[in-house]
Nanobody, 123 residues
Framework: QVQLVESGGGMVQSGDSLKLSCAAS????????MAWFRQAPGKARQFVGY????????FYEDSVKGRFTISRDNAKNTVYLQMSSLTPEDTAVFYC????????????????WGQGTQVTVSS
């Protein structure tokens, strides 16, 4: 049974940094591309970025480029999302997702999901 468990969310102020983690189990982690999504209240789930199997390639949605960094530690079965220069517009539930290969930025393209962790940025 595949499980993805996010942690590290919380309430921060505008300009702060925060690092999220997603611990995976029940799968061969190094065989999966990992992604982060976010969902703000009343909005659709939005792609944030992804990282390839070895952690040698990443891709980010335009609004987070230069502020967010995705990394992974295959020995720990964990993917990370380092966020900096946070703004209130980043307030959302953040989800990690896994897929055996990258096939797109739609939530439907990803096979496994965590339960999400709330990030709230106050001005």
């Amino acid at each position: 049974q595949v499980q993805l468990v996010e942690s590290g969310g919380g309430m921060v102020q505008s300009g702060d940094s925060l690092k999220l983690s997603c611990a995976a189990s029940g799968l061969t982690f190094s065989n999966y591309v990992m992604a982060w999504f976010r969902q703000a209240p009343g909005k659709a789930r939005q792609f944030v970025g992804y990282i390839n199997w070895k952690g040698t390639s990443t891709f980010y949605e335009d609004s987070v480029k230069g502020r967010f960094t995705i990394s992974r530690d295959n020995a720990k079965n964990t993917v990370y999302l380092q966020m900096s220069s946070l703004t209130p517009e980043d307030t959302a539930v953040f989800y990690c997702a896994a897929s055996s290969y990258y096939s797109g930025r739609s939530a439907a393209d990803w096979d496994y999901w965590g339960q999400g962790t709330q990030v709230t940025v106050s001005s």
